[in-house]
């Protein structure tokens, strides 16, 4: 059953550790309270990490559900060998226990997912009150963000509490780089060139070699290039003094230089790139002032660069 639970969809339940004192006045008892969530890209669309944390009032006993609703405009992927919708079987209750969630399309738009926990949660006892729900975002179910930017409110509940609670607001928004500042080491028409390009990355947009996290310029059409991807050294690129630890890729339909970061570049930190004039990249024949695109696979948005003048 373990070994199921893991294949199809890695969802962990966290019980807090450290719980608060008891409150000794009467208060009204609230279910389920302090629901946030936490996710590791904002960005519209993208595939997510997701953490639930709530509080619990009510016991909930191996093997009875929780539910999470994620707001309309999500999407999800699922593995080849399973339906999109695993039914509930009234003669198999204990089916999400086994490693399989039930996931339902909602006729809002909403994406419901329910699963039953594998542990005991009683919140009288230490450590078992506040709880984290996870997903991690290289489960077999992935989980994206809407599409449209904008304030999106997840929902959750629980055998032993039905009704449906509201977290606070997940802000998803289009992160991006700075304008990235652009030196080129010949200005002559028609002459293979050098490139230089600095530029800051998001709050959001940590690049990481372990997730192949990538670079894009993209040049435009005029300019040409005469090397292919694999006749271009390691050591002619550079990111923040790095050489890059593999071939360069290049995409000819858009004219982009696609390169893997080669160390860690943490949110919000500046970036250098230094592109050699070995790399044969070609000015444009044409004289004029010309922009180039950059982005990440984390900041998605293009952003173009400060001008230079070909002559």
Same mark, same amino acid.
């Given at each position: 059953?373990?070994?199921?639970?893991?294949?199809?969809?890695?969802?962990?339940?966290?019980?807090?550790?450290?719980?608060?004192?008891? #409150?000794?006045?009467?208060?009204?008892?609230?279910?389920?309270?302090?629901?946030?969530v936490e996710i590791?890209?904002?960005?519209?669309?993208?595939?997510?990490?997701?953490?639930?944390?709530?509080?619990?009032?009510?016991?909930?006993?191996?093997?009875?559900?929780? =539910?999470?609703?994620?707001?309309?405009?999500?999407?999800?992927?699922?593995?080849?060998?399973?339906?999109?919708?695993?039914?509930?079987?009234?003669?198999?209750?204990?089916?999400?226990?086994?490693?399989?969630?039930?996931?339902?399309?909602?006729?809002?738009?909403? #994406?419901?997912?329910?699963?039953?926990?594998?542990?005991?949660?009683?919140?009288?006892?230490?450590?078992?009150?506040?709880?984290?729900?996870?997903?991690?975002?290289?489960?077999?179910?992935?989980?994206?963000?809407?599409?449209?930017?904008?304030?999106?409110?997840?929902?959750?509940?629980?055998?032993?509490?039905?009704?449906?609670?509201?977290?606070?607001?997940?802000?998803?928004?289009?992160?991006?780089?700075?304008?990235?500042d652009l030196d080129?080491?010949?200005?002559?028409?028609?002459?293979?060139?050098?490139?230089?390009?600095?530029? =800051?990355?998001?709050?959001?947009?940590?690049?990481?070699?372990?997730?192949?996290? =990538?670079?894009?310029?993209?040049?435009?059409?005029?300019?040409?290039?005469?090397?292919?991807?694999?006749?271009?050294?390691?050591?002619?690129?550079?990111?923040?003094?790095?050489?890059?630890?593999?071939?360069?890729?290049?995409?000819?339909?858009?004219?982009?230089?696609?390169?893997?970061?080669?160390?860690?570049?943490?949110?919000?930190?500046?970036?250098?790139?230094?592109?050699?004039?070995?790399?044969?990249?070609?000015?444009?024949?044409?004289?004029?002032?010309y922009h180039i695109?950059?982005?990440?696979?984390?900041?998605?948005?293009?952003?173009?660069?400060?001008?230079?003048?070909?002559?």
């Amino acid at each position: 059953m373990r070994n199921i639970f893991q294949k199809y969809l890695i969802i962990i339940v966290v019980a807090a550790l450290v719980m608060a004192p008891f #409150v000794t006045f009467v208060r009204p008892v609230f279910a389920i309270h302090k629901f946030w969530v936490e996710i590791n890209d904002h960005t519209p669309g993208a595939v997510n990490g997701f953490k639930f944390h709530f509080s619990i009032e009510k016991l909930l006993q191996v093997h009875q559900y929780i =539910k999470i609703v994620f707001p309309p405009g999500t999407t999800y992927t699922i593995p080849a060998d399973r339906s999109p919708l695993i039914p509930e079987d009234p003669n198999n209750p204990c089916k999400a226990c086994q490693g399989i969630p039930i996931i339902k399309d909602l006729p809002d738009g909403s #994406v419901e997912l329910k699963f039953n926990t594998h542990i005991e949660l009683d919140p009288s006892k230490e450590g078992y009150r506040d709880i984290v729900v996870s997903i991690p975002s290289d489960s077999a179910y992935q989980f994206k963000t809407p599409t449209i930017p904008g304030s999106y409110i997840y929902k959750i509940a629980t055998q032993a509490e039905q009704k449906l609670i509201s977290s606070y607001p997940v802000d998803v928004f289009q992160s991006s780089i700075t304008q990235p500042d652009l030196d080129i080491e010949s200005s002559k028409s028609d002459e293979i060139a050098g490139f230089s390009f600095d530029f =800051k990355i998001s709050s959001f947009g940590r690049l990481d070699p372990k997730s192949e996290d =990538k670079i894009k310029i993209r040049f435009p059409k005029e300019f040409i290039f005469t090397k292919s991807a694999g006749e271009i050294h390691d050591d002619w690129i550079t990111v923040n003094e790095n050489n890059i630890s593999w071939f360069p890729d290049i995409e000819h339909n858009n004219n982009d230089l696609i390169i893997t970061v080669p160390q860690e570049i943490k949110r919000g930190r500046s970036v250098s790139i230094k592109i050699d004039c070995r790399c044969g990249i070609k000015n444009p024949s044409l004289p004029g002032v010309y922009h180039i695109l950059v982005s990440t696979s984390r900041d998605t948005e293009w952003i173009s660069s400060s001008g230079v003048e070909i002559k």
